[in-house]
Protein backbone atom coordinates (compact mmCIF):
# COMPACT_ATOMS: atom_id res chain seq x y z
CA UNK A 1 0.00 0.00 0.00
CA UNK A 2 1.59 3.38 -0.51
CA UNK A 3 1.14 6.88 0.96
CA UNK A 4 -1.15 8.08 -1.85
CA UNK A 5 -3.85 5.78 -1.29
CA UNK A 6 -3.90 5.97 2.78
CA UNK A 7 -6.34 9.67 4.47
CA UNK A 8 -3.82 9.61 6.94
CA UNK A 9 -0.79 8.25 7.62
CA UNK A 10 2.65 8.55 9.28
CA UNK A 11 5.76 7.28 7.93
CA UNK A 12 8.49 5.16 9.61
CA UNK A 13 11.10 4.73 7.60
CA UNK A 14 10.23 2.91 4.48
CA UNK A 15 6.65 1.96 6.35
CA UNK A 16 3.75 3.73 6.55
CA UNK A 17 0.79 3.33 9.09
CA UNK A 18 -2.53 4.20 8.86
CA UNK A 19 -3.75 6.70 12.04
CA UNK A 20 -7.02 7.64 12.44
CA UNK A 21 -9.18 11.29 12.17
CA UNK A 22 -8.42 11.41 16.14
CA UNK A 23 -4.78 10.07 16.17
CA UNK A 24 -4.02 12.98 13.15
CA UNK A 25 -5.21 15.60 15.28
CA UNK A 26 -4.06 14.97 18.19
CA UNK A 27 -0.59 14.39 16.47
CA UNK A 28 -1.07 18.28 15.02
CA UNK A 29 -2.15 19.52 18.02
CA UNK A 30 0.93 18.10 19.95
CA UNK A 31 3.12 19.49 17.62
CA UNK A 32 1.70 22.86 18.05
CA UNK A 33 1.40 22.49 21.57
CA UNK A 34 5.47 21.88 22.23
CA UNK A 35 6.37 24.68 19.90
CA UNK A 36 3.80 26.67 21.83
CA UNK A 37 5.83 25.34 25.09
CA UNK A 38 9.56 25.84 23.46
CA UNK A 39 8.88 28.60 22.61
CA UNK A 40 7.47 30.52 25.94
CA UNK A 41 10.03 28.84 27.83
CA UNK A 42 13.01 30.38 25.37
CA UNK A 43 10.83 33.77 26.71
CA UNK A 44 10.70 33.11 29.80
CA UNK A 45 14.71 31.87 30.30
CA UNK A 46 16.13 34.01 27.71
CA UNK A 47 17.15 37.00 30.52
CA UNK A 48 19.48 34.25 32.14
CA UNK A 49 20.63 32.82 28.75
CA UNK A 50 22.01 36.17 28.11
CA UNK A 51 23.91 37.05 31.30
CA UNK A 52 25.48 33.44 30.99
CA UNK A 53 26.80 34.50 27.90
CA UNK A 54 27.67 37.43 28.79
CA UNK A 55 29.41 35.87 31.72
CA UNK A 56 31.04 33.43 29.66
CA UNK A 57 32.64 35.97 27.21
CA UNK A 58 34.18 38.05 30.29
CA UNK A 59 35.54 35.22 31.97
CA UNK A 60 36.83 33.65 28.32
CA UNK A 61 37.01 36.87 25.53
CA UNK A 62 39.13 34.27 23.69
CA UNK A 63 36.73 31.23 23.62
CA UNK A 64 33.43 30.69 22.07
CA UNK A 65 30.20 31.12 23.78
CA UNK A 66 28.73 27.84 22.55
CA UNK A 67 29.52 24.90 20.99
CA UNK A 68 27.80 21.60 18.92
CA UNK A 69 27.20 18.68 19.99
CA UNK A 70 25.71 15.29 18.26
CA UNK A 71 22.92 13.99 19.67
CA UNK A 72 20.80 11.05 18.76
CA UNK A 73 17.05 11.67 18.31
CA UNK A 74 13.85 9.95 17.18
CA UNK A 75 14.46 6.72 15.02
CA UNK A 76 17.88 7.74 15.35
CA UNK A 77 17.97 10.80 14.04
CA UNK A 78 21.64 12.88 14.54
CA UNK A 79 20.97 16.08 15.21
CA UNK A 80 23.21 18.95 16.58
CA UNK A 81 22.41 21.08 19.98
CA UNK A 82 23.82 24.25 21.16
CA UNK A 83 25.61 24.12 24.13
CA UNK A 84 26.88 26.42 26.49
CA UNK A 85 30.29 26.11 26.83
CA UNK A 86 32.20 25.02 29.99
CA UNK A 87 35.19 23.93 28.82
CA UNK A 88 38.41 25.17 27.38
CA UNK A 89 38.81 24.93 23.48
CA UNK A 90 42.46 23.26 24.04
CA UNK A 91 40.64 20.39 25.80
CA UNK A 92 40.48 17.15 23.53
CA UNK A 93 37.95 16.56 21.03
CA UNK A 94 35.53 13.86 21.04
CA UNK A 95 36.54 12.50 24.55
CA UNK A 96 34.02 12.77 27.77
CA UNK A 97 34.86 14.81 30.56
CA UNK A 98 35.21 11.69 32.77
CA UNK A 99 37.18 9.50 30.27
CA UNK A 100 40.00 12.49 31.07
CA UNK A 101 42.98 11.56 32.53
CA UNK A 102 42.85 15.14 34.69
CA UNK A 103 39.43 16.85 33.27
CA UNK A 104 39.90 19.99 36.04
CA UNK A 105 42.33 21.72 33.69
CA UNK A 106 40.09 21.92 30.98
CA UNK A 107 37.06 23.12 32.98
CA UNK A 108 36.80 27.15 32.40
CA UNK A 109 35.72 28.73 36.15
CA UNK A 110 32.11 29.64 34.43
CA UNK A 111 32.07 25.90 33.45
CA UNK A 112 32.89 24.50 36.89
CA UNK A 113 29.55 27.42 38.06
CA UNK A 114 27.71 25.67 35.44
CA UNK A 115 28.21 22.19 36.01
CA UNK A 116 27.84 22.62 39.51
CA UNK A 117 24.79 24.00 39.20
CA UNK A 118 23.61 22.06 36.50
CA UNK A 119 21.25 25.23 35.92
CA UNK A 120 21.22 24.71 32.85
CA UNK A 121 20.62 20.57 32.14
CA UNK A 122 17.06 20.27 31.38
CA UNK A 123 15.53 16.59 31.49
CA UNK A 124 17.06 13.50 31.27
CA UNK A 125 20.28 13.11 29.41
CA UNK A 126 20.89 10.82 26.90
CA UNK A 127 24.41 9.39 25.78
CA UNK A 128 25.85 10.50 23.11
CA UNK A 129 26.51 8.24 19.85
CA UNK A 130 29.17 6.19 19.43
CA UNK A 131 30.55 6.39 16.27
CA UNK A 132 32.48 3.35 14.44
CA UNK A 133 35.45 4.46 12.90
CA UNK A 134 34.83 3.82 9.38
CA UNK A 135 31.76 6.40 9.96
CA UNK A 136 33.98 9.16 9.25
CA UNK A 137 32.16 11.69 12.06
CA UNK A 138 35.22 12.63 14.47
Known amino acids: ?23 KHY ?5 VVDRVFAAAALIV ?9 VAQKISAPDEPIFFLQK ?5 AHCFNIIKFRTMKSTAPKNVATG ?11 LGRILRDSAALECGPRRNEPHWPPSAGVH
Open 71 to 75: RVGKD
Open 45 to 53: LSPLLLVVS
Open 99 to 109: DLESPEIYISK
Open 27 to 31: LEMRS
Open 1 to 23: MDKENLNYFVEFGEHYVHITERQ
